[in-house]
């Protein structure tokens, strides 16, 4: 007998359901769903069901956001050697291919790490850290961790290194003290919306990045060519699509299928996707993400980076065989 509880929506008022159907236009059925999730007028009925890029947030809400904006630019401009210091899950690795794609148009000398799972272990590693201001980092900029890696910062930043952390995992009683933390559920923040993951952190940064720290008047110049990345790893760490998650998501979605980068559209290929066959959250979900988790699960992840940042199709094609 099974074990399950139901719990049953209420059904919303007929005329809530009449009012969405008719004024929207939509089926009677989709009326009522969407009035079972809270949207219950036809203005945010419709911003629910038709996500647009005027929905998000302003990236300068972010804690620290304008210190890491100021600190990055002068980096890129200078010719300071920048390290993206990552993470081996999806939004970790989608999250280093945005910040990388993002300084790499400013021009900036910026390089990737992605700590290997068996060696350096999960967030901020000591002796990878180490490594790298030995190699020459002058700044350091983690995504999707850095909040627990207090001893790894504080080494760096004892070093001359600034660290920047954009993270959006759980905080602890203390945080690191880094040049910047860039985090939408910080203390000391009023980000008005605290379910980003890796990936949508990493892209806020971007894109203050990329339309010089003001976004919101010109939103023409919004980097919407990454946001297939920002679909991949926000479905694959399970966030809430919801508020500006869900403009985000949808959108990476439209990127993907329209216009996907060569290292998507061969992984689709391998995956056994037909030209025909639409790509929603669930192809991401079941052909996509498990693939390229389990790179940094089994292996080393920057054969899934190298697959995602690659421009070439004939080197897509290869790397995402060998994923």
């Given at each position: 007998m099974s074990q399950n509880n139901w719990r049953l929506l209420p059904q919303p008022a007929e005329k809530t359901v009449r009012q969405l159907t008719s004024q929207l236009n939509i089926a009677q059925l989709t009326a009522t769903i969407v009035a079972q999730k809270g949207y219950t007028t036809p203005e945010a009925a419709f911003a629910y069901l038709q996500p647009s890029i005027d929905q998000l947030h302003d990236p300068m809400q972010l804690h620290d956001l304008d210190k890491a904006l100021e600190r990055l630019m002068t980096a890129a401009f200078e010719g300071e050697k920048i390290v993206i210091y990552g993470d081996y899950d999806l939004d970790g690795v989608t999250s280093t291919a945005v910040m990388m794609e993002a300084l790499q148009v400013l021009g900036a000398d910026v390089t990737a790490y992605i700590p290997n799972r068996f060696q350096d272990g999960y967030g901020p590693n000591l002796a990878a850290y180490q490594r790298l201001?030995?190699?020459?980092?002058?700044?350091?900029?983690?995504?999707?961790?850095?909040?627990?890696?207090?001893?790894?910062?504080?080494?760096?930043?004892?070093?001359?290194?600034?660290?920047?952390?954009?993270?959006?995992?759980?905080?602890?009683?203390?945080?690191?003290?880094?040049?910047?933390?860039?985090?939408?559920?910080h203390p000391e923040g009023n980000y008005p919306f605290t379910d980003l993951s890796g990936v949508g952190v990493a892209f806020k940064l971007a894109q203050a990045l990329l339309t010089d720290g003001d976004p919101v008047q010109d939103k023409s110049e919004l980097p919407t060519e990454m946001l297939d990345l920002v679909a991949l790893g926000e479905i694959a760490d399970m966030v809430s699509l919801t508020d500006e998650n869900r403009t985000l998501v949808s959108w990476g979605m439209k990127q993907m299928a329209e216009s996907p980068r060569p290292g998507i559209a061969a992984l689709l290929k391998s995956a056994g996707q037909l030209p025909e066959q639409p790509i929603i959250s669930e192809t991401v979900g079941f052909k996509l993400a498990p693939r390229l988790n389990a790179v940094g699960r089994l292996g080393d992840a920057q054969l899934a980076l190298d697959l995602l940042l690659t421009q070439s199709p004939d080197d897509a094609t290869a790397l995402a065989t060998q994923v």
């Open positions: 201001i030995v190699d020459g980092a002058q700044v350091i900029v983690t995504v999707d961790n850095g909040v627990s890696g207090h001893e790894a910062v504080a080494y760096a930043m004892s070093q001359g290194v600034d660290v920047i952390i954009t993270d959006h995992h759980e905080m602890g009683p203390t945080l690191p003290d880094a040049y910047a933390i860039v985090h939408p559920r």
